[in-house]
């Protein structure tokens, strides 16, 4: 442990940061460990810790401070305050979007050591960390800095203005899959918006938010703009959702969790809600697609809310498709998501493997073909073998419920019916992601319009951008990250009405 001092812009406050320090992938990383609340790293109520363990091994990293319920009240004091009483919802639009410029400028001076916290933390394969979990963050947070200043209001022949203000204290809780980008694709709109923080990481994977905390300390944000509580859900998110002066709440995880919360959320206040929650996305093949490209491989372990959850491909090209994935999964380099040369690392937790082995299981009971994979790798830590499944039928267990992780689900369809494979697609609760490979575009345009998902990939998969909106429907949920739309989930309209304006000109002259 040591203690480092930061000095914000203004040079007048210390920033005290108790640092556990690691020498890994050939840099001394630097990560803080207590709760951020009003501008500084402070202990948990009682000194409570736990311990945020590392997947690759399964040792733990550090202690991280454990938010109890007083925690949670004293963030949201402190996000109240600076909203009502601060600067931050009143300066210049421009000026607030200078300051979130600082904080991306800031988070790619330090994006490796961010990706190597992610890898360690979350066991994502640190090229992909650097690229994804870290890269878009960054991408994220200028994305929203550029729409601070560009909310405006429209008069018609009435004086009438639409003023759009920020709402408030905000709650953020996120999961465990993409720790800084969830963060971000959430955060950067908010503070956009001109609004205050309470954020609470996935407990497993707490370290990236609090070493974001830092650096958002660093670049100039006001005390008590960003508060970050590690701790447990049924805890510090329940009490979040609770709370009387919270007047928003964005979450991402399961559908289970997402109807409690927005319960919650409507008994206590009636909060503002954006939910993104769980999928079971549907990938069609078509037997002239272009084979190189729809051969997918795992993308993040299967750790991923659009993973193609279920696969329809052509009867035609069935068999070769399988033969081609496999290849495909023998090449896959298990290991250390530090090492450069890995393609595959392990999954996040404990708890999350012992799914993926009882998730293989049941299939296997039902009937399902486990042509590879199913099994937890013979190694330390939480690694599980890239498995795939076939002659998957639409009522097995597998078909229908999530498996987040490396784990593909192939089912077959006739050739030319089109119609069949959709109503099979669309047979499901979920409405997050979808996608379609065919060379065909006549048939690409067709089976778009109909796929009931929030987002639909036509030949690529995984590919997002920070300037279109992302979200989906059904029980995948409601309310978007990303894109313009997302600024209106930070905002409430208040209208202004006034005389004519030829009147007000009179009156003026």
């Known amino acids: ?37 009003n501008g500084e790293f402070v202990d948990a109520e009682g000194g409570k810790t736990y311990k945020t363990i590392n997947p690759t091994d399964g040792t733990a990293i550090c202690d991280v401070s454990l938010a109890q319920i007083s925690d949670v009240d004293r963030a949201v004091a402190a996000a109240k305050e600076a909203f009502e009483e601060g600067e931050w919802g009143k300066m210049n639009p421009r000026d607030r979007g200078r300051l979130i410029y600082k904080l991306a400028d800031l988070m790619e001076q330090h994006q ?116 970050i509580l590690p701790g447990s859900g049924a805890l510090v998110g329940q009490r979040l959702s609770d709370h009387p002066d919270i007047h928003k709440l964005a979450f991402t995880g399961s559908t289970e969790i997402g109807k409690h919360i927005m319960k919650s959320c409507a008994v206590s206040n009636v909060k503002k809600v954006s939910l993104e929650l769980g999928g079971k996305s549907p990938l069609i093949i078509f037997s ?23 696969l329809f491909v052509e009867d035609n090209i069935h068999d070769h498709f399988v033969k081609r994935v496999v290849e495909e999964v023998k090449k896959m380099k298990i290991g250390d998501p530090l090492d450069r040369a890995t393609d595959h690392g ?17 299939g296997i009971k ?36 999530e498996s987040f992780g490396p784990i593909m689900i192939l089912s077959k369809f006739k050739s030319g019916e089109v119609d069949n494979v959709l109503r099979r697609a669309n047979a499901t609760e979920f409405g997050l992601a979808s996608g379609v490979f065919t060379r065909d575009i006549s048939k690409a345009l067709y089976v778009s319009e109909k796929l009931n998902a ?56």
Request: aromatic share 10%.
């Open 346 to 362: 392990p999954q996040n937790h404990k708890a999350h493997l012992d799914k993926l082995v009882e998730y293989c299981q049941i």
């Open 366 to 401: 039902e009937g399902a073909t486990l042509v590879c994979g199913g099994k937890q790798v013979q190694r330390p830590g939480f690694f599980f073998e890239p498995t795939v499944f076939t002659d998957v039928q639409d009522h097995m267990y597998i078909a229908v419920e």
């Open 288 to 310: 002239d697609c272009d084979m190189d490209k729809a051969v997918s491989v795992f993308f993040n372990k299967g750790e991923n809310c659009i993973a193609a959850g279920r």
């Open 454 to 509: 929030g987002t639909v990939f036509v030949n690529t998969y995984n590919k997002t951008d920070v300037a279109s909106p992302f979200g989906g429907f059904k029980q995948s949920g409601f309310g978007k990250d990303l894109g313009k739309k997302t600024c209106c989930c930070y905002y409430v309209a208040v209208v202004l009405y006034s005389c004519p304006v030829k009147e007000m000109i009179d009156c003026v002259l």
């Open 112 to 227: 490796e050591e961010l990706a190597t916290i992610e890898a360690m933390d979350s066991g994502a394969v640190y090229t992909l960390a650097l690229k994804t979990h870290v890269g878009m963050s960054i991408q994220t947070f200028r994305y929203f800095a550029g729409w601070c200043d560009k909310i405006q209001a429209r008069p018609n022949r009435n004086l009438t203005f639409t003023k759009k203000e920020p709402i408030g204290v905000c709650a953020i809780v996120i999961p465990w899959n993409y720790p800084l980008m969830m963060l971000a694709w959430k955060t950067a709109a908010c503070l956009a918006a001109g609004n205050t923080v309470v954020l609470k990481p996935a407990q497993v994977t707490p370290l990236t938010a609090l070493k974001f905390a830092e650096l958002a300390a660093r670049a100039g944000l006001p005390k008590g703009v960003v508060n």
């Open 1 to 37: 442990m040591c203690v480092r001092k930061l000095r914000g812009e203004d040079d007048e406050e210390e920033l005290l940061v108790d640092y556990v320090e690691k020498n890994i992938n050939n840099m001394s990383v630097k990560m803080p460990h207590q709760l951020f609340i």
